[in-house]
């Protein structure tokens, strides 16, 4: 009985939770501003990336306000050496714009967990 109760709420509440999510995937926005900021913190330099191992996935979404939303991204960058940078960035996206605030970059030092 309690499974069922289960995969109802689930049912019911998994749809809304999507349409929150903002409507356009911007991941350019994100991915651009954290290459400028780990060259500007001497992290890596873009010549040296690999652009088409650069993995990206938007952990979450939130709406903040009318098609206002906070768009959360892990962004693993890799050098032709085969060094890995991950990222986590944050910043504000629109309907129709994916620049609407600048990008915050977090530097992932240390990875616990998962695969």
């Given at each position: 009985?309690?499974?069922t109760?289960?995969?109802?709420?689930?049912?019911?509440?998994t749809?809304?939770?999507?349409?929150?999510?903002?409507?356009?995937?911007?991941?350019?926005?994100?991915?651009?501003?954290?290459e400028?900021?780990?060259?500007?913190?001497?992290?890596?330099?873009?010549?040296?990336l690999?652009?088409?191992?650069?993995?990206?996935?938007?952990?979450?979404?939130?709406?903040?306000?009318k098609d206002l939303?906070?768009?959360?991204?892990?962004?693993?960058?890799?050098?032709?050496?085969?060094?890995?940078t991950?990222?986590?960035?944050?910043?504000?996206?629109?309907?129709?714009?994916?620049s609407?605030?600048?990008?915050?970059?977090?530097v992932?030092?240390?990875?616990?967990?998962?695969p």
């Amino acid at each position: 009985m309690k499974i069922t109760v289960l995969i109802a709420w689930l049912a019911l509440t998994t749809p809304t939770l999507c349409l929150a999510s903002s409507p356009a995937q911007c991941v350019s926005w994100p991915k651009n501003m954290a290459e400028v900021h780990l060259k500007n913190a001497g992290i890596t330099d873009p010549a040296q990336l690999d652009e088409s191992k650069t993995h990206a996935v938007r952990l979450a979404s939130e709406k903040t306000g009318k098609d206002l939303y906070r768009d959360v991204y892990d962004i693993t960058f890799y050098e032709k050496s085969g060094r890995a940078t991950e990222v986590i960035t944050s910043s504000e996206s629109s309907s129709t714009e994916c620049s609407i605030s600048g990008v915050d970059v977090y530097v992932v030092s240390k990875k616990i967990g998962g695969p």
